[in-house]
């Protein structure tokens, strides 16, 4: 197997800056250690972990094009419009005080998600629920402090990065 020699001073480079933002020392011990035996690691204070991620979303911003062309993934994007819709007919029929919202991810725009805000889902077909999830990259379920239960589906792939000229879809990721 040829070694690209090109590519691998640029990925060193990346993995140095890395470094230089996320001290050794935090990772020091980890993996190391049996599965029955409590960590002697410390505890990260909140707020040098917030330092720290927000140190990793500026670098990983830095390297983001300001604006990512797009365009629909032809039979994915299809299978996910298609999806979302009977997800949300379903959950119209559980619950009639669902709220429903379809946004793109922040970063890039390559997935979609329907949220759903409703006060109780009792599902009264189990399996047809679980036939509908199954088309979900993932399912979260988080209840709010307004008594409320909101569930989070991720559709991954729906859209393509492409060239401005293939684009149907152009997205700021700043």
Known sequence: MKHNTRRA???RRE???LEELFVKEFYEGFGERDAGEPSAAPV???EETDEILGAFCGWLRAKLPPVV???ENGKRFE???GAIAKLED???REEPSAVFQVRQDPLLGTTLSLSVTCALLSVSDPKEFARLV???DSLEATPLTDGTVQFDLSFNDVYDICRPEEATLCKSTL
Do not use: I, Q, Y
């Open 9 to 11: 001073p640029f990925a």
């Open 15 to 17: 993995m140095a800056e």
């Open 44 to 46: 990260p204070d909140p």
């Open 69 to 71: 062309c797009l365009r």
């Open 79 to 81: 299978e996910v419009t």
């Open 90 to 92: 379903f959950f119209r």
């Open 134 to 136: 199954a088309g979900a």
